[in-house]
């Protein structure tokens, strides 16, 4: 059974030595409210990152890519309230102007500078209002800068999203911390809309790339709150390496595993923030596929159970409405499926057994289930041993009307 926690704002965090964070606001969208941040990684440092899959990614995914692939970042460039996507040649060439504005105040080549926005899609990105703010977010730059940062990039979430761990490597104190924004437009094909992750560990690049990478998957990779993957998905993990802890350059190194396990559970928490915040979600809930042939047909199976909108209204309603799963599981794609082999469970209620409802199932026991602010829908395909997790959340009312007022 998963368990749920609060939206309530929650900003425990442990600033990472050798990470500085400044954010003021450019007015690109909103006046009064901060919507503009800069990260600074230490001279020496690495970074990772990965992508969104879309095919209409956004300008500042184009660079970020491109420039990561020739240096090592120096700046992280960050806005909120306009997603410079859609926009073709002009907002490639904002998104290039916007580095260029900082790299030039801050006398480093402009490959050194990573762009990223969220925010309406189809709009010019306002280089000028970014050009005349970079000043006040160099000025703002401290190693506690987490907290006003990750506000600075919200859009529709309600709470910003920030976590931390520390570890002991070789006897020294490693700190990993993360933010993220994100509640709507989920179901990320490698992170969230955007998520941001430090230490000050000194790890090989390829080795954080790798890192990250399986860091993703079982965390930001396997969310959905609406099945729309964004044009604009990043995720970006930073190292310092101001730590006194040794190098880490061996993927096969005790220290190189504490340091992935670490980094996994700063992901999890945060996608985990990212769908109890979904846009207007009341329940968070987990699906559980078991007995699937491969984990990409477990997959398959729990994201059609969680994208399905009569699935996720029946969550909503708090209705035990069994049948929309049963329904989501037989369209799920799969060759071969023997219905009698199939159980279902809400929570530890079977719903459904030998083809059909279970015998001992009660409507009281499936609603007392479903009126719980968190629950867990396990299937048993019963074909094989693999099995794959889903955390998603329900489809309310208040969803269509953020999403039918967004422009607005």
């Avoid at 430090?198 to 965390?219: G, W």
């Avoid at 190194?253 to 504490?258: D, I, Q, R, V, Y």
């Avoid at 996720?312 to 799969?334: E, H, Q, Y």
């Avoid at 409507?363 to 997790?389: C, F, P, Y």
């Amino acid at each position: 059974m998963v368990e749920t926690g609060s939206t309530s704002e929650v900003l425990a965090f442990k600033p990472v030595p050798g990470v500085r964070l400044g954010a003021t606001s450019a007015g690109i969208k909103y006046s009064n409210r901060n919507d503009l941040v800069i990260i600074e990684l230490a001279e020496g440092g690495s970074c990772a990152a990965v992508f969104t899959q879309n095919a209409f990614c956004a300008a500042p995914v184009t660079v970020a890519r491109e420039h990561l692939s020739t240096a090592m970042p120096r700046y992280l460039l960050i806005n909120s309230g306009n997603a410079n996507a859609g926009t073709g040649e002009p907002g490639l060439r904002a998104a290039r102007e916007s580095c260029k504005a900082l790299a030039a105040t801050r006398g480093c080549p402009i490959n050194q500078v990573l762009p990223f926005s969220t925010g309406v899609i189809g709009e010019l990105l306002p280089v000028e209002k970014i050009a005349v703010a970079v000043p006040d977010a160099l000025t703002a730059l401290t190693e506690q800068g987490w907290a006003t940062a990750a506000r600075a990039i919200m859009t529709t979430d309600t709470v910003p999203k920030i976590t931390s761990r520390q570890i002991e490597l070789s006897g020294k104190t490693v700190t990993i911390t993360g933010m993220a924004k994100g509640s709507g437009m989920i179901r990320p094909d490698m992170a969230t809309m955007l998520a941001y992750i430090a230490t000050d560990a000194l790890v090989d690049k390829h080795l954080l790339q790798l890192c990250l990478e399986r860091a993703v998957q079982p965390s930001f990779n396997s969310i959905t709150v609406d099945g729309d993957t964004s044009t604009n998905d990043a995720c970006v993990l930073m190292a310092s390496g101001v730590s006194e802890s040794p190098p880490i350059t061996d993927a096969h190194s005790e220290s190189f595993a504490t340091f992935c396990a670490a980094v996994e559970s700063v992901c999890m928490e945060l996608a985990r923030a990212i769908v109890l915040d979904g846009e207007g979600a009341t329940k968070l809930v987990e699906v559980l596929v078991q007995g699937a042939e491969s984990e990409s047909e477990a997959r398959d199976v729990g994201y059609t159970i969680a994208h399905s909108p009569l699935v996720k209204t029946a969550l909503f309603a708090s209705d035990p409405n069994w049948g929309r799963i049963l329904a989501a599981v037989g369209r799920a794609g799969l060759e071969n499926l023997e219905i009698d082999q199939i159980k279902i469970w809400l929570d530890d209620v079977c719903i459904v057994r030998a083809g059909g409802r279970a015998d001992d199932y009660t409507e009281a026991a499936g609603q007392r289930v479903m009126s719980q602010d968190a629950l867990t829908i396990r299937v048993d395909l019963g074909r094989g041993m693999s099995e794959a997790r889903i955390l998603t959340c329900d489809l309310s009312y208040d969803y269509v009307k953020i999403n039918a007022e967004y422009r607005t």
